[in-house]
């Protein structure tokens, strides 16, 4: 006799696998984590303590800082111009208020710490923040809710899971910023980089130098006695076109918004 065969709808076998798999515990355990991951960082922000507050944050985070360090010492006037106001404005004050050694010496962890260790950043600002009801997105990633002064705000603090720790999403939280800072600018009734250079001056206390503009380190003179290879002369060529590509593309974009 034929064992009766049953039809079990997949759906249903689904949500009994996922019981199966999920483990409240362990989710509390997570979220604890990190709930003690901002907590930790915003400890080191009030406290200045640049080292410690970088280390529990995400790579792309640091990464940002990597690329202010890189944009102040070798971007050109085109490329500066090009950033948004709030990119702008951190190039523009490490060009003015650093010098090219120290830049040069520095990874982007160790940009971030000394800003913090000289109170660069608003630490105030952190420093009324916190972070609640925490969940996991799936992919190592998570957010929670954001409090200010103990008010609820619209804003999310994103986190990553890196290395087995859940690390703070910076640069996401500085680019959700951003929109604020550029209507800032807008509102200020200056020319933009102008209100710039204004914010600047109110923070250093000294008139921004007068070669803002220029890379902290001089482009490398090319010798007039090098020979070069077909295959540099074709990489040159093919860089070249796709560079005309790129500003032919934001001529158009630039047309079509005008058009509109």
Not at 161 to 188: C, H, I, T, Y
Not at 221 to 230: C, G, I, K, L
């Amino acid at each position: 006799m034929p064992f009766p065969v049953f039809r079990f709808p997949l759906f249903l076998l689904l949500i009994a696998l996922v019981g199966l798999c999920f483990d409240p515990a362990q989710a509390n355990k997570e979220r604890a984590n990190i709930l003690r991951s901002f907590s930790d960082f915003r400890q080191a922000m009030i406290g200045m303590q640049g080292r410690s507050a970088a280390e529990v944050l995400t790579r792309d985070s640091l990464g940002l800082f990597q690329f202010y360090r890189t944009m102040a010492l070798q971007g050109s006037p085109t490329e500066i111009n090009e950033l948004p106001a709030y990119d702008r404005f951190q190039v523009f004050r490490f060009r003015h208020r650093m010098t090219p050694s120290q830049l040069k010496g520095m990874s982007g962890a160790d940009l971030f710490t000394f800003l913090v260790d000289n109170d660069w950043i608003d630490r105030k600002r952190f420093g009324i923040l916190e972070a609640r009801n925490p969940e996991m997105l799936g992919g190592g990633v998570a957010e929670a809710q954001c409090l200010e002064a103990g008010v609820l705000t619209n804003k999310r603090l994103f986190f990553r899971m890196e290395g087995g720790v859940w690390k703070f999403n910076l640069r996401q939280f500085l680019k959700a910023d951003a929109p604020l800072f550029e209507n800032e600018v807008r509102l200020s009734g200056q020319e933009p980089n102008d209100y710039l250079f204004t914010l600047i001056n109110q923070e250093a206390l000294s008139p921004v130098r007068e070669d803002i503009w220029e890379p902290m380190i001089a482009p490398a003179v090319p010798d007039p006695e090098r020979t070069f290879t077909a295959e540099e002369v074709a990489a040159a060529i093919k860089a070249a076109e796709e560079e005309a590509k790129k500003k032919a593309i934001k001529e158009l974009e630039k047309r079509e918004i005008e058009i509109r």
